[in-house]
């Protein structure tokens, strides 16, 4: 049985990188048979390892997910409320907009059961780790009432699919947060 358990491990591993490659190249509806075959496994396998496209997509974007909300983490304590949330929404950006298949997988979250809470989805977590932010910049008041967590991620997942095709995803992605920041969050003096 130890053995099995190795090869389990091996399998799960290179399944993963594999899945990395592919996504990074084809986005989020890389082909799983495609994945298999690189990985040397079988269909069987990677249905094992990961039951559904979502599972194996929270797999591939799980550490940058987790890097992004410690940052929220980090900037909570920030006493600039609204510079704390705008550097967060910098960094989620420019993550959906350049790491391929991440705002894909981000709007899959949130379509892919709406009545069942999906505590570990990347889109559940993002909406936990900004929330604090969020209620911070509104209670300081520099955030438009009535504006929450769901509605700023939807925004940036937004700005993201529109700009995955630009030349530099990036600056274009930004150049749109930009523009939607000051819908939200004006600039008071």
Same mark, same amino acid.
């Given at each position: 049985?130890?053995?099995?358990?190795?090869?389990?491990?091996?399998?799960?591993?290179?399944?993963?990188?594999?899945?990395? =490659?592919?996504?990074?190249?084809?986005?989020?509806?890389?082909?799983?048979?495609?994945?298999?075959?690189?990985?040397?496994?079988?269909?069987?396998?990677?249905?094992?390892?990961?039951? @559904? &496209?979502? +599972?194996?997509? =929270?797999?591939?974007?799980? =550490?940058?997910?987790?890097?992004?909300?410690?940052?929220?983490?980090?900037?909570?304590?920030?006493?600039?409320?609204?510079?704390?949330?705008?550097?967060?929404?910098?960094?989620?950006? +420019?993550?959906?907009?350049?790491? &391929?298949?991440?705002?894909?997988?981000? @709007?899959?979250? &949130?379509?892919?059961?709406?009545?069942?809470?999906?505590?570990?989805?990347?889109?559940?977590?993002?909406?936990?780790?900004?929330d604090l932010l969020v209620r911070r910049a509104a209670q300081a008041g @520099?955030?438009?009432?009535?504006? @929450?967590?769901?509605?700023?991620?939807?925004?940036?997942?937004?700005?993201?699919?529109?700009?995955?095709?630009?030349?530099?995803?990036? +600056?274009?992605?930004? &150049?749109?947060?930009?523009?939607?920041?000051?819908?939200?969050?004006?600039?008071? =003096?």
């Open positions: 049985m130890p053995s099995q358990r190795a090869d389990a491990r091996r399998n799960y591993a290179r399944l993963l990188a594999v899945a990395e =490659e592919e996504i990074a190249v084809h986005g989020a509806d890389a082909s799983l048979e495609q994945i298999a075959r690189l990985a040397g496994v079988g269909s069987g396998t990677v249905r094992r390892h990961f039951p @559904t &496209r979502h +599972a194996l997509l =929270e797999a591939v974007f799980r =550490e940058r997910v987790e890097t992004l909300c410690d940052h929220a983490r980090d900037l909570s304590a920030r006493p600039d409320t609204r510079a704390a949330l705008l550097e967060w929404l910098n960094a989620v950006t +420019a993550s959906a907009a350049t790491i &391929r298949g991440l705002a894909i997988a981000l @709007t899959r979250d &949130r379509a892919s059961d709406p009545g069942v809470a999906h505590e570990h989805c990347a889109s559940a977590q993002l909406t936990r780790a900004g @520099t955030l438009t009432p009535g504006v @929450t967590v769901t509605d700023v991620l939807a925004l940036v997942t937004g700005i993201a699919l529109a700009t995955e095709n630009e030349p530099d995803p990036a +600056a274009e992605a930004n &150049r749109l947060l930009g523009l939607t920041i000051a819908g939200i969050s004006p600039l008071r =003096e």
